[in-house]
């Protein structure tokens, strides 16, 4: 996801890492998560909404309600 309000923060959790091929210098960020362990499902949801708002189309953002 790109995470440019809260990448930093997102890269301390043992589960997240910088995308590979350069994307990572670039904000985004990978989490991986294997069978068992304890999903932060919450959290995600906020940074898919946060990758989603820094990379769809303004206009688009735009019609999310708050």
């Not at 990978?30 to 932060?40: E, I, L, M, W, Y």
Request: charged share 25%; proline share 6%; aromatic share 12%.
């Amino acid at each position: 996801m790109k995470l440019p309000v809260s990448g930093r923060w997102a890269l301390t959790f043992s589960f997240a890492s910088p995308t590979h091929y350069g994307l990572g210098k670039h904000g985004w960020v990978t989490s991986r998560f294997t069978k068992g362990d304890d999903v932060p499902i919450d959290m995600l949801l906020e940074w898919v909404d946060e990758s989603y708002r820094a990379i769809a189309p303004k206009k688009l953002v735009a019609q999310i309600e708050v």
